[in-house]
């Protein structure tokens, strides 16, 4: 899952994300903490979750997080380094295959695995069998003074993903209330679509 500069590709820079815009954010906490069974979460416990976010080390010390992992999702962070030390309440993995293997050993009967950055682990991430989905938030650029990244999404291969219709994409989050099309907020536009592994 992730929000994109539409021109350049660009996710992040310094560490940070290039933009805030809340109803993106928004629908990155409620997409990745909802439960997707019959059970609800009890999002009053920070450490009770349903799904399953995997993150690159630079992803979880940069801002918002700051090496706290986010609450009511599993945490699994990748770090070549075996000896990096997180969170209790996260868990290390040392590539993103050990990360899917141990997301998958530990996932419930409705869990979800999401993949939250940063450039490496999507570049890697999209192209592994078991990435079927991928949640993009377009984002447009109308300011003055453009947005600058350091950090980029690698382009999502049509050959092997489809673009899919809004229907699809409610389906899949299975709520009936997405908006539909680019929502403005401030200098910035933006537009939630899926992509489907054909």
């Known amino acids: ?4 500069l539409v021109k350049t590709r660009g996710i992040g820079v310094n560490n940070a994300l290039p933009w805030s815009i809340p109803g993106d954010w928004q629908y990155f906490e409620h997409v990745t903490t909802k439960s997707y069974g019959d059970q609800p979460l009890d999002k009053t416990d920070p450490t009770a979750w349903s799904n399953i976010a995997i993150m690159g080390r630079k992803s979880y010390e940069s801002s918002p997080m700051n090496g706290i992992p986010l609450a009511n999702r599993l945490n699994i962070i990748v770090s070549k380094n075996k000896n990096y030390k997180v969170h209790p309440d996260a868990t290390l993995a040392s590539s993103l295959e050990e990360a899917f293997a141990m997301a998958q050993a530990l996932a419930k009967k409705d869990t979800r695995i999401f993949l939250l950055g940063g450039q490496k682990v999507y570049e890697d991430g999209i192209l592994l069998s078991d990435c079927t989905h991928i949640l993009i ?3 447009y650029d109308h300011s003055s003074t453009p947005v600058l990244c350091d950090t980029f999404m690698p382009e999502i291969d049509l050959n092997i ?3 899919a219709t809004h229907d699809e994409l409610q389906e899949y989050i ?3 209330d997405i908006p539909k099309g680019k929502q403005r907020h401030m200098d910035f536009e933006y537009e939630f679509l899926l992509y489907v592994r054909k």
């Open 1 to 4: 899952m992730a929000a994109v």
């Open 137 to 139: 938030t377009n984002i």
């Open 161 to 163: 993903y489809r673009l």
């Open 174 to 176: 299975q709520e009936n």
